[in-house]
Structures are given as C-alpha cells and as structure tokens.
C-alpha cells in the first residue's frame, strides 16, 4: 500500500496581516490530483491543521472541502488526522463521528477510560489495502502537553484485554530521572505493546506524533517551543525498531531524524515564515510491501507566491534600499493581490530616519509585490570604539517568550533560569488553549 504524509499545513496563517488562504487553496487542490495520480492509499497528516486554536471561517471551510474533494475524487483513500500544538484537540474532534462514517479517522486528545486510564485501542488505526484487507496498524499520537503526561497513575503499563492501560507516575523517587520523559516512555510503550497485540503477522507498523524530537532543525519564528521547550527534545528510541515508518510533524523543515529515512518530519506545505523561503517544501510518499518498507520518496509542494527578501542576506543602506525596490516589476493589474510576491526589506541605518518605512512602503505600493516589513539594523559605536550593532524589534515581531525574555534581562542579572522559563512556557500554553484543548 501507498501513505501519503504531510504535516503543519496551519490553514489561517497570516504573515504580517498577509493571508495565506490562496497559498494554502493551491496547495489542497494539488494535494488532491496527487493523491488520485500517484493513487495513494492513505493520507496521514501529523497535527497543526490550523495556525490557531480558533481558526477563522475560512480556514474551517478550506479544511472541510478539501476533506469533501479528497472522498470525491478518490472515495477509498484513508485520512488519519492528530492534533498539533497549534490546533484545539477538542474543535478538530468535534465532527469525528460524522466522519468516521468517511474513513477520516481524527485522533485529537488523549482518550481516557475510568480510572484515568488511557484508551489505547482508540489511538490505534488499521490501515486497508486496495483489496479491503489490514496491511498496517497505525499508532496515533496526537500533541501532548505536560498535563497529559505528568498527571498519570503510579502503576506500570500492563496489558490487559479491553485496550485500558494505566501509566505510571513518571519520575518515581529519583530524583535524576526526567519526568516528563519518563511519562512519554511508559504512555509509547502502552500504546506499542497495544498495537503488539492486534498486529498480525505481514502487517506493518506505522506510527504518527507531534512535537520535537532529538536530532531536528528548527525553523525560527514559526514554530512554538512545545514540552517544556527544546530542551525536552524526545529521544528516537520512543518507537521501537520494527516501525516500517514514523509520520512526524511540528517542524517545518522536512527532514528525516538520526540517519533513520523512515523517521521524518514532512514539512510544512507552505514557507510560514521568511527564513523558510530557503529551504524546499514537500509531501512524503511510503510504499509498504508487508511489514517493511519498499520505497520512500518525496514530492515538491510548488510555490505560488514568492518570498523574497531584499537583500537576501545582510541588510542595504537606505539609498540601496529604495534603489532595490524601485528595480522590482511594475504591479501587473491583471495579477489579484493576494497572489504578489511577499517583499521583506533588511536596511542598515548609521542615523535615525524615521520617515524611511514609509517611503519604502509608498514606492513599494506600484511595484509587482506586497511589503511584509522594513526590518531596520542600527549600526553605531561603542565606547570603546568598536562597531556596534543593535537589532531592535517591533512587538508584532515578538513572541511571549521574547517579551518574557527581555523583560527578565531588562529587570535581572543573566539569563531565565531554566525552571523559571520552563514554568512560564507551561503557564503560557495553558493560556493559549484555555477552554480549547
């Protein structure tokens, strides 16, 4: 059989008030005519459906009809859906019901039987071949916060009948073991000992999850710092050695992780960020031949708008600067807005010029492209004499944490202590999906 991965597809992305709605169209629809001309069997997206919690209408409807047009066009292909850190598990699982009935399996929260425990056979999704017959298990995983992996049971992972299996406290009485790892140990371990015992013999193993892991490079300024944060980077060994695949998301760049092809993040289908104009952007095919891997081979998403950064990299003197801009196309008329090309302007200033934003973005308003930003570097001197350089920041540009950062270096001596920041990431996430997870 043929899977299809693709992952962080975050539909309502904006860059700087820009939409990406017509980006993330063209990248659905040719998601579509790729799954019915390369006749892939089942689709596996791993978690950030949406840039937010509360996604717009827009988003919602482009998520909903691209699901209709899937079925349509190629009625026996399965989706397997896990929540990201960006998504509301509970919103993305509302219509779940209704489209189980579609072979569209959405796993968004961590499922829980009495006493606690979990539910493992509601994380496990068997996988048909064009002849109706399983050919894989598929363990879904969706994004778990610390919540769901401290608050568990202080009793070892058994295996009874049922599929409920109760986790143990992680951590225990050492004090020099992880918690949090601890945690996502014995919770992978259930959830493979579970597909273990439903797995036939020729049938794969296929496994799906969100977050970090050890080994990745990040994409700045569009990924969140999940579980604590980076220095929580799970460990490989979390799936066990006979998964034929491990469908990843949460980083942008796709990437397979320690030497291991069948290990990967897809990418995300689209650049969400300036930086991520520079790498490539695809989608991950795996062909399975009983319960190993035959093949495994990528896609290129194609690009429908540009990003461009002026310069591409370094920054311009404010004279070079508008020199570059007034070297761009003239605006086409017959080219909508939304599909410009999304400019960003690196200037290095010696002095203040506080009018020069807006000059740019006047001589920018002709041209064949959309101004994202005017990024400003000022050079000067330090006492010493020696070159300066400050970088300063819009808030728009700014995450909480940034913000937290700085104010603390502002107030303190040295940097966050760990624990601090680790605590403020925890009580951020809190806030950013209250009353959504």
Not at 262 to 272: A, D
Not at 294 to 302: C, E, G, H
Not at 334 to 349: K, M, N, S, Y
Not at 359 to 369: G, N, P, T
Request: proline content about 8%; overall charge negative.
């Amino acid at each position: 059989m043929r899977i299809l991965h693709t992952a962080d597809w975050h539909l309502g992305h904006t860059l700087r008030d820009h939409s990406r709605q017509a980006e993330h169209t063209h990248f659905l629809r040719w998601l579509v005519a790729t799954v019915v001309e390369r006749e892939v069997d089942a689709v596996l997206i791993a978690g950030d459906v949406f840039d937010a919690a509360n996604p717009p209408p827009t988003a919602l409807r482009a998520w909903f009809q691209f699901l209709g047009e899937l079925k349509r066009a190629r009625p026996a292909v399965q989706v397997v859906v896990i929540a990201g850190n960006h998504d509301s598990a509970q919103r993305l699982e509302a219509p779940r019901e209704l489209l189980d009935a579609f072979d569209v399996r959405i796993v968004g929260t961590l499922p829980r039987g009495e006493g606690d425990r979990v539910r493992a056979d509601e994380l496990l999704v068997p996988l048909r071949d064009r002849s109706g017959a399983v050919a894989a298990w598929c363990v879904a995983i969706p994004f778990l916060r610390a919540s769901d992996v401290l608050a568990q049971a202080p009793v070892a992972p058994v295996l009874p009948s049922g599929g409920d299996y109760v986790l143990p406290r992680p951590g225990g009485e050492d004090a020099d073991t992880d918690p949090l790892l601890d945690g996502m140990r014995a919770l992978h371990g259930a959830l493979f000992a579970a597909a273990a015992a439903v797995r036939q013999p020729g049938q794969a193993l296929v496994a799906m999850a969100h977050g970090y892991l050890v080994g990745g490079a990040i994409s700045e300024l569009s990924e969140r710092k999940v579980l604590g944060g980076n220095q929580h980077a799970l460990p490989l060994d979390l799936f066990p050695s006979d998964c034929a695949y491990v469908a990843l998301g949460h980083l942008h760049r796709p990437q397979p992780l320690g030497g291991h092809d069948h290990v990967r993040y897809s990418g995300s289908p689209i650049p969400l960020s300036m930086p991520e104009r520079l790498h490539a952007h695809h989608v991950v095919f795996c062909d399975l031949d009983g319960e190993r891997v035959a093949k495994i081979w990528s896609l290129r998403v194609p690009r429908l708008v540009p990003l461009v950064r002026l310069p591409e990299h370094g920054e311009l003197e404010p004279d070079a600067a508008m020199a570059a801009v007034q070297a761009l196309p003239p605006r086409d008329p017959q080219v909508t807005d939304e599909l410009l090309p999304l400019v960003e302007i690196a200037v290095r200033l010696v002095q203040p010029s506080p009018q020069l934003a807006e000059r740019l973005a006047r001589a920018i308003a002709d041209r064949h492209a959309r101004l994202v930003r005017v990024e400003t570097v000022l050079a000067g001197r330090r006492e010493d004499g020696a070159a300066a350089v400050d970088r300063p920041a819009e808030l728009s540009s700014l995450s909480p944490e940034d913000v937290f950062v700085r104010r603390y270096r502002r107030d303190h001596q040295g940097d966050v202590p760990a624990p601090l920041l680790t605590a403020f990431r925890q009580l951020l996430d809190q806030v950013q999906h209250e009353g959504t997870a």
